[in-house]
């Protein structure tokens, strides 16, 4: 079946320090991948994406590479801030197009001044 | 992108009794998503509506206790039906984004907090 595995939280970094998020999947096909993030008493907002084999998703500072060598779409950011405390949650759907998230269990950042 | 708006945001609710989760999309989707996520969880699907279907449920998901309406492309709700406290979280729905190919990803609404006291 599908399903996702990520790096288990919490995780606390100082500001300005380099943050990878591990994400690694299964799936069958050719999945597209997601990371969504959710702010403290806040609903899920999409982060970033990718739909294809080496395509790069990027927003915010954050990038992610889905790697379909090693079926994994890490995140990362080179400088994080206090204001990218959240939860964030790698996701997969096995398909383009209404078929629902896969999610995975979620890291909780928390940054430091 | 879609926009959902959902809704109650929150609500504290009896045991035993029922709570109605109201969506509405403002375009035209065909499947609308189900998630619970209890405290401190992932997400976890609760069923998939498509509109003139009954909704597909996830396994440990039943219609009895979450029965769901689609009438039509833009609406969805989700009851909780005899609830006990095993059953606060929060529920959300969930569409595409829109705009072909996953462009947006998925948009979700903003999330209904329950508790059951």
Known sequence: GNSVTQMEGPVTLSEEAFLTINCTYTATGYPSLFWYVQYPGEGLQLLLKATKADDKGSNKGFEATYRKETTSFHLEKGSVQVSDSAVYFCALTPRAGNTPLVFGKGTRLSVIA | ?117
């Open chain 2, 1 to 117: 992108s879609a926009v959902i708006s959902q809704k109650p945001s929150r609500d504290i609710c009896q045991r035993g009794t029922s709570l109605t989760i109201q969506c509405q999309v403002d375009s035209q989707v065909t499947m609308m998503f189900w998630y619970r996520q209890q405290p401190g969880q992932s997400l976890t699907l609760i069923a998939t509506a498509n509109q003139g279907s009954e909704a597909t449920y996830e396994s440990g998901f039943v219609i009895d206790k979450f029965p769901i309406s689609r009438p039509n492309l833009t609406f969805s709700t989700l009851t909780v039906s005899n609830m006990s406290p095993e059953d606060s979280s929060i529920y959300l729905c969930s569409v595409e984004g829109g705009g072909g190919g996953l462009m947006n990803g998925y948009t979700f609404g903003s999330g209904t907090r329950l508790t059951v006291v």
